[in-house]
């Protein structure tokens, strides 16, 4: 079931402890997190019970005492072994119940984050760092509670049932125990440091590496086709390199810690078992045989359990550490700000550009006083050399950036007021390279619309000039397109995109070089279905195809983010200027 998560996207993740971030999400599960530890505390009984059971046992044998002490220890003992069954499977349903939901609750809200943050965000991190958070951070997270809920816990209540039952029968010898937790602690305390500084460099090489293969698998076409795979794997084998040379450290400090609070530990009890054999041998204080045998079996199990407490640490920095970097998205400042703005009802698709300014951080403005309007219905292509300004002022007309001077009026109204995922119904795009994913061909053109009629679905495609592949297609509109699209050809998915805009009825259109990657009968095709695709609508087109952009009613040429002469194709021509210099390229 769907959890809610805006109040999680709400919390302050940065800066925090991660224990009270953890607190944070376990809220809705609090009831159900206090009945499952309870559970756990009678289920575990057994454990911190048994020594002080067979002490009575072995007292009622040496001191020849009542038999029915010792049925009667018997009795209780075999009762809370009968019982553990039952109360151990609700425990697991009601701790496995709350991590589940918590690790569904934090993925949901990583996702609602990501599609939150800005498009500058996600083109400053990589999407298999982002990838990894949502997988792999939260798995970190899910198995930290685990393992601190059943070791952790376990281990804690054998101790302090340890410690009561020794309390009770042999206060004498409670505070040498007690100086085997404190020792632990303190262990932990000197080295935790050190964990999550080791901790964090392995979790950055692993991010790396992700990216470094995410990067290799889109490039294999490119690496394939110039003979470069020992390059792309040289790449690889680096940080392959780098993740090994921290994994090893990490495991080798892990090692050591292990190692040193288990020899700790047990001369501590050797230690402590001496002293208590020496006591009751002399004499010196009132301790029973059975005390002796309660004593040393405590010995073992307390050691056990604080050596438990201390294993878990490297787990337990790993799933901090996770959540920590799960924070670094959900905290992330670079968001789209919508909230509160007003709504987009209507669009009719005139756009106004008043002096319009855009730097990217403290590079040279990309686009500088850009000045256009833009009536309904109006065809409007931007032409330029490369780096003169044209997707930056795409991407300001889709929103995925504000400007940093000037204005953007959509309708007479700034954007900066409006809420842009209203906008965003009127808009479509057609990139270059058409982003399909791995659905039939009815979900990838119907995506986000919900029940579409067949009719509609057929009239998109028939005008995209799609319908006549899609019916010799073996499974026709129900066919699989693999991956990003892989089983279709260019000319086939930028059809699809056409389509996939057509039935969505736009008033604003954005065309980026959606032709330059064909061939030239899949971009006859394609032009033809444009021409449909634009009648009517306000259209910007970034191209560098004569033919895609010589239709246009306005020609728009950049140079160095500023405007540098407009006009029809003809007019152009004629004055000889900056758009006259490119035509031999266009071509």
Not at 102 to 123: E, N
Not at 124 to 147: F, G, H, I, P
Not at 364 to 385: C, K, M, Q, S
Not at 527 to 545: K, S
Request: a neutral charge; hydrophobic letters at 45%; charged letters at 20%.
């Amino acid at each position: 079931m769907h959890q809610p998560v805006p109040d999680h996207l709400d919390h302050r993740y940065r800066g925090e402890h991660p224990i009270r971030t953890l607190g944070h999400l376990f809220r809705p599960d609090r009831a159900r997190l206090l009945l499952a530890c309870a559970l756990f505390v009678v289920k575990h009984s057994p454990i911190w019970l048994l020594p002080l059971i067979t002490a009575t046992v072995l007292d009622v044998v040496v001191q020849h005492g009542d038999q029915a002490e010792l049925w009667q220890a018997t009795g209780v003992l075999l009762f809370i072994l009968v019982i553990n069954y039952p109360l151990h499977q609700w425990y697991v349903r009601l701790l496995a119940g709350s991590i589940r939901r918590m690790g569904t609750t934090l993925r949901s809200a990583l996702c609602r984050r990501m599609q939150q943050l800005s498009i500058g965000y996600h083109a400053r991190v990589s999407s298999s760092v982002l990838q990894a958070k949502v997988v792999r951070d939260v798995e970190a997270v899910e198995q930290m509670v685990q393992q601190s809920s059943d070791m952790g816990l376990g281990a804690v209540v054998t101790l302090v049932g340890g410690l009561v039952v020794i309390g009770l029968r042999t206060p004498e010898f409670l505070p040498v125990f007690l100086v085997v937790v404190p020792a632990a602690g303190y262990l932990v305390m000197r080295l935790r440091g050190r964990l999550r500084t080791h901790n964090e460099e392995f979790r950055r090489e692993v991010e790396h590496l992700s990216s470094r293969v995410g990067e290799m698998t889109t490039l294999i076409p490119i690496t394939r086709a110039h003979g470069l795979e020992r390059t792309a794997l040289g790449r690889v084998d680096g940080s392959l390199r780098q993740v090994f040379a921290a994994g090893l450290r990490l495991d080798t400090m892990n090692g050591r810690f292990n190692s040193a609070a288990w020899v700790l530990l047990n001369i501590l009890g050797v230690c402590c078992l001496t002293g208590s054999a020496l006591v009751a041998y002399h004499g010196w204080l009132p301790v029973t045989p059975g005390d002796v045998v309660m004593l040393s079996s405590f010995f073992t199990v307390l050691t056990n359990s604080t050596t438990t407490l201390l294993g878990l640490a490297p787990v337990i920095s790993k799933g901090l550490e996770s959540v920590r970097s799960a924070g670094e998205v959900l905290q992330a400042p670079d968001l789209e700000s919508n909230a509160g703005k007003a709504g987009v009802e209507r669009v009719t698709g005139r756009i106004d550009f008043e002096r319009v300014g855009f730097s990217y951080g403290d590079e040279a403005p990309a686009v500088d006083g850009f000045t256009l309007t833009a009536r309904p219905g109006e065809t409007i292509a931007l032409v330029g050399a490369s780096g003169a300004g044209k997707s930056t002022v795409l991407n300001l007309l889709i929103g995925f950036i504000r400007p940093t001077s000037g204005r953007i009026l959509l309708d007479g109204t700034d954007m900066a007021a409006l809420d842009l995922r209203s906008y965003r119904r009127f808009l479509s795009v057609v990139p270059q390279e058409s982003i399909l994913f791995e659905g039939s061909i009815r979900d990838n053109v119907t995506y986000g619309l919900g029940d579409t009629d067949e009719e509609t679905l057929l009239g998109a495609l028939r005008d995209a000039n799609a319908l006549e592949f899609v019916e010799r297609l073996p499974d026709g509109l129900e066919t699989v397109v693999g991956e990003r699209g892989a089983r279709l050809s260019g000319g086939q998915k930028q059809r699809l995109a056409i389509a996939r805009a057509l039935i969505r009825d736009p008033r604003v259109l954005v065309l980026d070089e959606a032709t330059s990657a064909l061939d030239n009968r899949s971009e006859a095709l394609v032009q033809e279905a444009l021409a449909r695709l634009v009648h009517g609508r306000t259209v910007f087109v970034v191209a560098h195809r004569l033919s895609t952009i010589r239709g246009a009613d306005r020609i728009v040429v950049m140079d160095g983010g500023r405007i540098a002469e407009t006009g029809t194709h003809g007019e152009l021509l004629e004055r000889g200027g900056v758009y006259a210099g490119l035509q031999p390229a266009s071509r």
